[in-house]
């Protein structure tokens, strides 16, 4: 299979954790997310994207457009979606009113603003316009879709008071202080999938999807502004089916925390190096369904500990030993994303 070819029917499972940070502040405080029931760090599944976007952005500017973007004009004024979309914008020969006046009707030139942007491709878009006084929408699903990304553990979210040094206002003489909020410890996992007949529709290639798989583990080890730093991508792991209706789903719920093999409470976790994934019902779950996977990609972290059968080890090392019982006879490929 060529990697032009269109994306192939997959699922996704992307591990991460996030050490003395806040991995996605909510709008109005800009606090972590937490569920209030569960204690457990919520991350949405719009900063996943940006992740993406953002390194493809940075790491690929020849080579990939990104449509949600943030760009200045002349001005130094941020860009709103009128002018990202503006030239893709068309007349069409049909002549509708506005007001009182016979115009033509303007449309979004769908093929050339999917063709130009990857993130289009990838995650689809929605957005509504207003230009010369006519509304114009546009609506394209995307084949690559991500539900709520949610820590194993609870997490504690501590508080941090600041100075700044440089005041903020003409009359103070000396610095302000102000407050942000970080989580000690979170270990955060995500579940995606990657729908090939929407994938049809928007063009995506199989060398894409792979592209955007090293920008989720690159880019979320790479985010290093003051609130992100401290992420570590910690295991990846993609499943791609042979045939064009098989959906196994929620692969996030076949990992736990394993607590017999840890010595601290999940609440109170610090560091990786304190934790022990269960993937135990993971392996089970790709025995189950070992005939309908044609290719396991993955990624791992060598200082992620995952347990297997009472056996402690590396997900490479256990993954290579199921693959030899299980997978090698079943002729599926395994190959490492990076």
């Known amino acids: 299979m060529s990697k032009d070819d269109g994306a192939r029917r ?17 709008p109005d405080e800009n606090r972590p997310r937490i569920d209030p ?82 993130d289009i491709r990838l995650f689809g878009i929605l957005f509504a316009v207003n230009i010369e006084k006519q509304n114009i929408s546009f609506k394209q699903v995307g084949p690559v879709q991500f539900a709520i990304g949610q820590s194993l553990n609870p997490v504690e979210e501590v508080p941090i008071r600041i100075t700044r040094v440089v005041p903020t ?22 579940r995606g999938f990657v729908n090939d007949v929407v994938g049809k529709e928007t063009g995506l ?3 894409e999807v792979e592209t955007m798989l090293k920008a ?4 979320t080890n790479a985010l290093s502004t003051t609130s992100k730093y401290g992420q570590q991508s910690r295991l990846l792991l993609r499943l791609c089916y042979k045939e064009p209706h098989t959906y196994i789903g929620d692969l996030d719920r076949c990992i736990s925390l ?21 993937v135990d019902d993971l392996f089970n779950l790709l025995t189950k369904n ?22 402690i080890g590396t997900f490479s090392k256990h993954l290579s030993k199921w693959y030899e019982k299980e997978g090698k006879p079943k002729k599926i490929v395994l190959s490492k994303i990076v």
């Not at 002018?83 to 006046?101: C, P, R």
Request: charge should be neutral.
């Open 205 to 207: 290639t199989e060398n």
């Open 37 to 118: 029931v569960t204690k457990k760090n919520l991350v949405t599944d719009f900063r996943l994207k940006r992740t993406i976007r953002d390194y493809l952005q940075q790491q690929y500017p020849e080579k990939y457009k990104i449509f949600i973007r943030a760009e200045a004009d002349a001005a130094g004024n941020l860009k709103q979606i009128e002018d990202l979309a503006e030239n893709y914008i068309q007349k069409t020969d049909e002549k509708i009113k506005v007001g009182k006046k016979e115009v033509k009707k303007m449309i979004v030139d769908r093929r050339s603003l999917i063709k130009d942007h990857i």
């Open 258 to 278: 394993n607590q017999d093999e840890m010595k601290i409470e999940p609440s109170k976790l610090e560091d990786i190096r304190q934790l022990v994934l269960n």
């Open 216 to 219: 989720m583990w690159f880019g």
């Open 169 to 190: 206002r003409a009359e103070l003489k000396a610095g302000t202080f102000g407050e942000k909020s970080i989580l000690r410890y979170s270990f955060i996992a995500f």
């Open 290 to 311: 070992v005939g309908e996977i044609d290719e396991i990609q993955y990624a791992s972290s060598d200082n992620l500990m995952c347990s297997w059968k009472g056996e």
């Open 10 to 26: 997959s699922e996704l499972l992307f591990c991460y954790d996030v050490r003395m940070a806040n991995p996605n502040g909510d």
